[in-house]
């Protein structure tokens, strides 16, 4: 099944959601979360997958994955590849051209730090993505607080990503109060095109990688508000979820 001598079938890769109704735009789904991550953001919620504690979660091989994917590809459509980062995982592209093979659409969850390899994967039709979300976290002058220190790798995503139809990608922003406030909306909005889809969601405290940001008081209901509307104001598509 796998012929790249740095992937083996068997050994755990990450965890799956088996059925998924919002992982992936208009599809049923099942998402995989895949183990490692390039950047540490101090709210990050998915600190077992960054940090490898595979006791926390239940574990699932590439051989589960393909398994599953090969039972459910009649009631199932879409296949998302999230973490994580996919992109450091050497099982992505394996993932990708089985998921295809089996007639899935596949969805490619990623944080924007490698433009070569979205590049690449874009220019191959077998392994072309067909729905991309990206993280934008937060201003290009903040992002050393994540641990990227290459923002010029995230505005050369953020402009790979905006030359999609606009129905295959989607720009996605966590309103975490240090990081996202009036000012990084502004210089966020900017880097967006004018008819994306700008999914903002709200800082949710409790499980972060970082356990100061526990401490962290999410934006109130209409500090939030203030924030999407003013979003709206320069993308239209933006949206709190
Ligand atoms: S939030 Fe995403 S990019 Fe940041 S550390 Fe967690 S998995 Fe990695």
């Given at each position: 099944?796998?012929?790249?001598?740095?992937?083996?079938?068997?050994?755990?890769?990450?965890?799956?959601?088996?059925?998924?109704?919002?992982?992936?735009?208009?599809?049923?789904?099942?998402?995989?979360?895949?183990?490692?991550?390039?950047?540490?953001?101090p709210y990050?919620?998915?600190?077992?997958?960054?940090?490898?504690?595979?006791?926390?979660?239940?574990?699932?091989?590439?051989?589960?994955?393909?398994?599953?994917?090969?039972?459910?590809?009649?009631?199932?459509?879409?296949?998302?590849?999230?973490?994580?980062?996919?992109?450091?995982?050497?099982?992505?592209?394996?993932?990708?051209?089985?998921?295809?093979?089996?007639?899935?659409?596949?969805?490619?969850?990623?944080?924007?730090?490698?433009?070569?390899?979205?590049?690449?994967?874009?220019?191959?039709?077998?392994?072309?993505?067909?729905?991309?979300?990206?993280?934008?976290?937060?201003?290009?002058?903040?992002?050393?607080?994540?641990?990227?220190?290459?923002?010029?790798?995230?505005?050369?995503?953020?402009?790979?990503?905006?030359?999609?139809?606009?129905?295959?990608?989607?720009?996605?922003?966590?309103?975490?109060?240090?990081?996202?406030?009036?000012?990084?909306?502004?210089?966020?909005?900017?880097?967006?095109?004018?008819?994306?889809?700008?999914?903002?969601?709200?800082f949710k405290p409790g499980n972060c990688l970082d356990e100061s940001y526990n401490k962290i008081i999410?934006?109130?209901?209409?500090?939030?508000?203030?924030?999407?509307?003013?979003?709206?104001?320069?993308?239209?598509?933006?949206?709190?979820?």
């Amino acid at each position: 099944m796998l012929n790249n001598n740095e992937v083996q079938g068997t050994v755990p890769i990450g965890a799956l959601v088996k059925t998924s109704l919002v992982d992936f735009p208009k599809k049923v789904s099942s998402a995989l979360f895949l183990y490692g991550c390039n950047l540490r953001c101090p709210y990050c919620y998915n600190k077992d997958l960054v940090t490898g504690s595979f006791a926390d979660f239940d574990a699932v091989s590439f051989d589960d994955v393909i398994s599953h994917l090969q039972k459910r590809k009649n009631v199932i459509s879409g296949f998302v590849i999230s973490g994580g980062e996919p992109c450091i995982s050497p099982y992505l592209k394996p993932l990708i051209a089985q998921a295809h093979e089996l007639g899935y659409a596949v969805k490619l969850d990623t944080n924007g730090t490698f433009p070569d390899k979205l590049s690449g994967l874009l220019s191959d039709k077998s392994l072309c993505p067909d729905f991309i979300a990206i993280d934008v976290k937060t201003s290009l002058d903040k992002y050393q607080l994540l641990g990227c220190n290459a923002v010029e790798n995230i505005e050369k995503s953020i402009k790979i990503i905006s030359e999609l139809p606009t129905e295959r990608r989607e720009f996605r922003t966590v309103l975490v109060p240090p990081l996202v406030d009036m000012d990084n909306i502004k210089k966020i909005a900017a880097l967006l095109p004018e008819d994306a889809s700008w999914q903002l969601a709200n800082f949710k405290p409790g499980n972060c990688l970082d356990e100061s940001y526990n401490k962290i008081i999410p934006y109130t209901q209409s500090q939030t508000e203030k924030l999407v509307n003013s979003a709206k104001t320069i993308i239209k598509g933006a949206n709190l979820r």
